[in-house]
């Protein structure tokens, strides 16, 4: 996977919006809230992704990729290296997962409002 395919993928989540914080870092949100986000000025791509607690520390784990989430909260949020050692379907499937855990914390006005 690289940035566009990336991009492209976190794109087509409903509702997402797009926008760049930080001077040079991608950030992928829903309702507001961040579910993915990708520093743009560093060699090596990789991206911060919302995670279960327990779910955080076993992708930890289990693959070498995956890391305690820079500059966030590592409960929460794991870094994970896109190097090529685990496949785009798996890293889709944890940006769902992100994404899906960030639309549960909204409120239901606020799903409403969405369509979500």
């Not at 566009?4 to 870092?25: A, D, F, G, H, R």
């Not at 992704?49 to 949020?77: D, Q, T």
Request: glycine residues 6%; hydrophobic residues 40%; neutral net charge.
């Amino acid at each position: 996977m690289n940035i566009e395919e990336l991009t492209l993928y976190c794109q087509s989540l409903k509702q997402v919006t797009t926008e760049i914080l930080w001077e040079n870092v991608l950030v992928f949100k829903v309702g507001g809230k961040m579910f993915c986000f990708v520093p743009m000025d560093e060699a090596d791509l990789k991206m911060n992704l919302k995670c279960e607690p327990v779910e955080a520390i076993e992708l930890r784990e289990s693959f070498a990729a995956v890391l305690p989430g820079y500059h966030m909260n590592k409960k929460y949020w794991n870094t994970v290296l896109i190097d090529g050692s685990v496949s785009d379907s798996m890293l889709q499937r944890w940006i769902e997962k992100s994404y899906q855990l960030v639309v549960a914390k909204l409120s239901g006005c606020e799903k409403r409002r969405l369509g979500l």
